[in-house]
């Protein structure tokens, strides 16, 4: 691949030759509430505050933040992303849950069981999860219609090819397509961090 960039796709990716071109988005530590959870940690009918639309349709980050305490330590001002969801979930770094003393349990979004639990403290109390804390796995968001375009399925587990001084391959990145989706790989910023790469970068899929 030449030295594509993120303005060649127009943030939509595309398929050049036999080339098919995603964007990237990159994620932090971070967590989703469900509403009750919401009313626990910051007072009853509480509302999240946006300050920034994420790439996903909907999706936005928070001006609130919470700390996540583990059995060995706690992380504090992490960001809420809205809008509120019917299960909490946190999602972490592999080096926060070292931190924590959590296990690593990487999933995809929604599936929680038998996941590390997990202590949210608020402004307005505190949160114990029985379960809830993961590491994100590496995806891609796409429409029906992108996935038709790049010949892929929901489900399926695809490779993606970086450029660049420390470029390699992303093996295991799991397809999701939605309706409401906006074509972006999101990857977390240790992964990000190892192949150099950021929301600027497009890979591509093979």
């Not at 993120?6 to 967590?31: N, Y």
């Not at 993961?134 to 090819?161: C, E, F, W």
């Not at 970086?162 to 992303?170: A, D």
């Not at 992964?191 to 600027?200: H, M, R, V, W, Y």
């Amino acid at each position: 691949m030449d030295r594509f960039n993120r303005a060649l796709t127009d943030f939509m990716g595309a398929v050049i030759g036999d080339e098919k071109i995603v964007p990237v988005g990159v994620s932090g530590r971070h967590l989703h509430l469900s509403q009750s959870d919401l009313d626990l940690l910051f007072g009853p009918n509480y509302e999240l505050t946006s300050i920034k639309n994420l790439s996903q349709p909907g999706q936005f980050a928070c001006k609130e933040t919470v700390t996540i305490c583990g059995p060995k330590g706690c992380l504090e001002k992490v960001r809420i992303l809205g809008p509120v969801r019917p299960e909490t979930q946190v999602e972490l770094l592999s080096g926060d849950c070292f931190k924590l003393g959590i296990g690593i349990c990487i999933r995809m979004s929604g599936d929680l069981r038998a996941s590390p639990a997990i202590t949210i403290v608020g402004p307005k109390g505190s949160v114990y999860k029985s379960e809830g804390a993961i590491v994100a796995k590496r995806h891609i968001h796409m429409t029906p219609a992108d996935a038709s375009t790049y010949g892929v399925t929901d489900g399926q587990i695809v490779n993606l090819s970086v450029e660049g001084e420390r470029g390699g391959v992303l093996r295991e990145v799991i397809v999701r397509v939605s309706n409401t989706a906006a074509l972006d790989c999101h990857v977390d910023t240790e992964e990000a961090n190892a192949l150099g790469i950021n929301s600027s970068t497009v890979v591509k899929l093979y």
